[in-house]
């Protein structure tokens, strides 16, 4: 990817950049159903272009419901099928709180900051990338 891109919508300010071959897609807003369209766009892109890893920056979310936790998880088990390591930067209570008590919590890995979270899903962690099969 040359660069970091911004797309705006009602509601969320979607931001992507390549740090170091991993997508960090960063969400700064409210996720719910009024952006959902754009913030699914914006991840079929990123599968499109197949990273080694992904990272859904969650930390300046002010409000996280259902759709937000249904963009998680199914992020989650795209990146799974697609062999790439994926991770959730969040550090407020308003998405934490929601993933904990819906249980998504246990199958992600959850830092602090959007570096953290890249540097978790680095080469250099020792994760490795599957190799996906196609069925």
């Known amino acids: ?10 509601d969320v300010t979607i931001r992507v950049e390549d740090r170091d071959g991993t997508a960090v897609v960063s ?24 990273p080694a890893a992904l990272v859904l920056d969650l930390t300046r979310v002010r409000f996280f419901g259902s759709t937000g936790v249904d963009v998680v998880v ?15 930067a969040a550090a407020g209570r308003r ?6 008590i819906t ?6 890995i959850i830092r602090a900051t959007a570096g953290e979270a890249v540097a ?5 962690a020792g994760i490795p990338r599957r190799v996906a099969t196609l069925s």
């Open 74 to 88: 199914v992020t989650r088990r795209r990146a799974a099928r697609a062999g790439m390591r994926f991770a959730i």
């Open 95 to 100: 998405v934490l709180r929601v993933l904990e």
């Open 27 to 50: 969400l700064d807003g409210e996720v719910d159903i009024a952006g959902d369209g754009a913030i699914r766009a914006v991840l079929d892109a990123q599968f499109d272009r197949l």
């Open 1 to 10: 990817m040359d660069g970091a891109f911004v797309v705006a919508v009602p």
């Open 103 to 108: 249980g998504v919590d246990a199958e992600l």
């Open 120 to 124: 978790a899903v680095s080469d250099r």
